[in-house]
């Protein structure tokens, strides 16, 4: 897996529709104990790999896979204003879409205060503007990619709140990807 247009991605790789894939990570996410590898077990394998050592979006769709939002926080926090806004969504956006394995049950506000939560108890001090609004970002658009989630504009506002701020936060001239994102997201549209 690769970030479009990213090196190395190759124009012969296979994609499942979203329902399918969607609900083959579902089941394996509920695979009972002695049925096979885990969910977590086989997202710990490929995290491992020494291939995902060399491609840093795979790591963080690994991460956040496997729920630790601190790593992948902190790999688009020091990516932001690193490379252009728009390779940044792209990348961002392809990780949002990683599975989860959370209950299905519980509330998407109470998971993503527990998120952001994570994310501050992980790194407590010195946090800047930018992770701030990263992990924001990046705990509503994990929660609203699900495809078994129920979209709410409360959910939307969030997202595009969190573009807003890192326009305003951008080192770079042109901040053009980041608004369309933050329209977007408005409209329901991201992730």
């Not at 490929?46 to 992948?72: F, H, K, M, S, W």
């Amino acid at each position: 897996m690769r970030a479009r247009n990213s090196p190395g991605s190759t124009d012969d790789q296979a994609a499942l529709h979203p329902w399918i894939a969607a609900n083959l990570v579902s089941a394996l996410a509920r695979r009972g104990d002695g049925d096979g590898p885990t969910y977590t077990d086989q997202f710990k394998a490929l995290r491992d790999d020494p291939d995902t050592a060399q491609d840093p979006v795979r790591l963080a769709y690994c991460n956040l896979a496997l729920g630790d939002i601190g790593e992948v926080v902190t790999f688009f926090e020091g990516e932001f204003n690193r490379i252009p806004h728009a390779e940044w969504i792209a990348k961002l956006e392809l990780v949002l879409n990683a599975p989860d394995d959370l209950p299905p049950e519980r509330d998407h506000a109470e998971l993503y205060e527990e998120l952001v939560n994570l994310d501050n108890a992980r790194c407590p001090n010195d946090r800047s503007e930018i992770r701030n609004n990263v992990a924001r970002l990046i705990a509503a658009g994990w929660l609203t990619a699900n495809p078994f989630a129920v979209r709410g504009q409360a959910q939307h506002q969030v997202i595009a709140n969190a573009f807003a701020a890192l326009a305003t936060t951008s080192h770079q001239p042109d901040v053009g990807a980041l608004v369309s994102a933050k329209e977007a997201a408005r409209r329901g549209e991201f992730p």
